[in-house]
């Protein structure tokens, strides 16, 4: 029985790299999305789309939608990078990726809990600039600030789900080529994707509760 994977923000970017790099490995892949693309169509088994993951209501109705289906991973993926920089901070863009960095991942996580089982393994994709130790540069608090967040929020989950057996990473794709920074990244989302996969796949519960670049690195907090 093939195993399977559900993914938000999988119509672009890293999202739909993971997408077709589980596809290819013989995964039955279910991309959730607000707005659904031909591509992900390809390579998804199943999608759901119209999902907001910052809407209490929209994430209850993906829960509902997959009350009888078993996840052997979930990939929280969907995120927003705005700039804001002192002296021009705008308030509602840093509350907005806290809402869809942050919040939105525990959100889906809990909600999902029913469909994750013994030997089922959550990555959360994060950021190096999430680390507070490797901030050299400032700005960017928005950005920062909510996938710091997510980080403190991975670890709780990780010590939370280590009784069930579940497994979870928070995990730094690397600059890739996307249009979240104006398709000016180091790497694919190809690239991206084999390395996100090659973690996830390394990932165990003696593991869990690690901050990785998607090359293997162990990242400072």
């Known amino acids: 029985m093939a195993s399977t994977v559900l993914i938000t923000g999988a119509n672009r970017g890293v999202g739909l790299a993971l997408a077709r790099h589980y596809h290819q490995a013989g995964w039955l892949v279910i991309g959730v999305c607000r707005h659904a693309s031909p591509e992900l169509a390809e390579v ?5 789309d119209g999902i907001d993951v910052t809407r209490e209501a929209d994430v209850a109705r993906l829960a509902e939608a997959l009350a009888d289906q078993p996840l052997d991973l979930l990939i929280n993926n969907a995120g927003m990078l705005q700039d804001e920089s002192l002296g021009a901070l705008d308030f509602d863009a840093i ?10 991942p525990l959100r889906v996580t809990e909600a999902l809990l029913p ?3 013994k030997g089922a393994k959550v990555a959360n994709i994060t950021s190096r600039m999430g680390s507070i130790a490797d901030n050299d540069s400032g700005g960017r608090y928005g950005y920062r600030a ?3 967040a997510l980080n403190a929020f991975g670890k709780s989950l990780a010590v939370d789900l280590a009784p069930r057996g579940i ?9 890739v080529q996307t249009r979240m920074v104006d398709f000016g990244g180091l790497i694919t989302p190809e690239e991206a994707a084999a390395g996100i996969a090659e973690r996830i796949a390394a990932l165990s519960l003696a593991t ?3 901050f990785w670049h998607s090359n293997g690195e162990s990242l400072p907090w």
């Open 44 to 48: 998804a088994g199943r999608v759901l």
């Open 95 to 104: 509350r907005a990726q806290m809402e869809i960095n942050a919040y939105a």
């Open 115 to 117: 469909c994750l089982g």
């Open 146 to 148: 909510s996938k710091a």
């Open 167 to 175: 497994a979870v990473a928070q995990l730094h794709p690397g600059y």
């Open 208 to 210: 869990s509760g690690g």
